[in-house]
């Protein structure tokens, strides 16, 4: 299995196009609270084995999640998002603009892929 929410938080958090719309306010899994906006949260949505040679995982397919919230519109931010993203080699497999009814936030639900080897085998 291979290991890289490092590798994600660090390039989310060091972008400058995103860190000058949210500060620092990038979270694992889900924001601790709504009172201040925007904010990012991340986790990984999964982690499979897709290769293997000598009885060894030397492959993964990893996908994360990427959410993001506001009171505003959520254009700028995904924008600078998916270049992090794709900077660091993953593809976007969906984007999904929600609306959180209730307590009237904009809600951008993005997942990206990356297939990764050990180079090390």
């Known amino acids: ?3 890289i929410k490092t590798t994600v938080l660090t390039a989310l958090q060091t972008a400058s196009a995103i860190t000058t719309i949210v500060s620092a306010r990038i979270y694992f ?3 601790p609270d709504f009172a201040t ?14 290769l293997y040679a ?8 990893i996908i994360f999640q990427i959410d993001l919230w506001s009171k505003a519109s959520l254009s700028a931010l995904a924008l600078a998002v998916d270049d992090v993203m794709t900077g660091i ?3 976007r497999r969906q984007s ?3 609306f959180e009814n209730d307590s009237r936030i904009f809600h951008k639900s993005m997942q990206y892929k990356i297939d990764i080897s050990d180079p090390s085998f």
């Open 54 to 61: 000598d009885n060894q995982e030397i492959g993964s397919e």
């Open 37 to 50: 906006l925007p904010s990012v949260s991340y986790f990984e949505l999964g982690n499979i084995g897709n």
């Open 96 to 98: 999904i603009d929600l």
């Open 1 to 3: 299995m291979q290991n």
């Open 29 to 31: 899994q889900y924001p």
């Open 89 to 91: 080699d993953f593809t």
